[in-house]
């Protein structure tokens, strides 16, 4: 079992960058693939990017393509999310997740772990 704490959340300008963190605590966090998403006000969450076990492949949200990087570190069972050129849309709260296995889901529900969110606010 995985749990998954974020952090790296906070208040940034417009056009400003962020990282996101996400720490893993099981013993089998290279099993896992690692997506993260996010959560605006009123709104669904929505897939943001996906990383493979070993670090390939990676898939975006056409929405952050070019600004944002997802990468992971599985010795240190970790995953990052480098958001650059940030937009007041991208105000909301992120999510680290985790799946089993050979898939690499863009949908929310596939996924088998959640951590609890860290908050990212753009302003104009």
């Known amino acids: 079992q995985e749990q998954l704490v974020e952090s790296g959340g906070g208040l940034v300008q417009a056009g400003g960058s962020l990282r996101l963190s996400c720490a893993a605590s099981?013993?089998?966090?290279?099993?896992?693939?690692m997506g993260w998403f996010r959560q605006a006000p009123g709104n669904e969450r929505v897939f943001v990017a996906v990383i493979g076990r070993t670090g390939a492949p990676a898939y975006y949200a056409d929405s952050v393509k070019g600004r944002f990087i997802i990468s992971r570190d599985n010795a240190k069972k970790m995953v990052y999310l480098q958001m650059n050129s940030l937009k007041p849309e991208d105000t909301a709260v992120y999510y680290c997740?985790?799946?089993?296995?050979?898939?690499?889901?863009?949908?929310?529900?596939?996924?088998?772990?959640w951590g609890r969110g860290t908050q990212v606010t753009v302003s104009s």
């Open positions: 997740a985790a799946v089993r296995g050979f898939r690499i889901p863009r949908e929310d529900g596939e996924y088998d772990y």
């Open positions: 099981g013993r089998t966090f290279s099993n896992y693939n």
